[in-house]
């Protein structure tokens, strides 16, 4: 088998573990963040192959493997979208918990209080 050969299989591989990494995410932030860091370490590994492969030959092998770059760029959509909802569910919670600190501090600075002292 040749080195070009050897090559293209490792990096066959490497895009076959992205996408398996992207389909088996836990869909919560933390899953999809670890495996978009996992799944740059493999996309570096491919640039790294890619430094050692003609031009034809990465032509070639983003022609063969259309469908299942495709998908991987599919999954990729789907987990920032989903990090994105959440993203404004966090600030939107974090908008309400800072209004209920704000209406609190106001009334602590007014220093007056709408209760009766009971002992007075």
Known sequence: MSQSSQLIKKKKSLLLNVLKLY?????NVESAIQSFQEADDLFKDMAKIDTQLSDSEK???RKTYKDTW???????KEMMSMIKVENTLLKNQMTQVNKKNQVIHNYM???????????A
Do not use: C, G, P, W
């Open 23 to 27: 389909k088996n995410y836990a869909y």
């Open 59 to 61: 032509e070639t092998f």
């Open 70 to 76: 495709e998908a991987v760029i599919q999954k990729h």
């Open 109 to 119: 600075d007014k220093n007056e209080s709408m209760f009766l002292d009971r002992q």
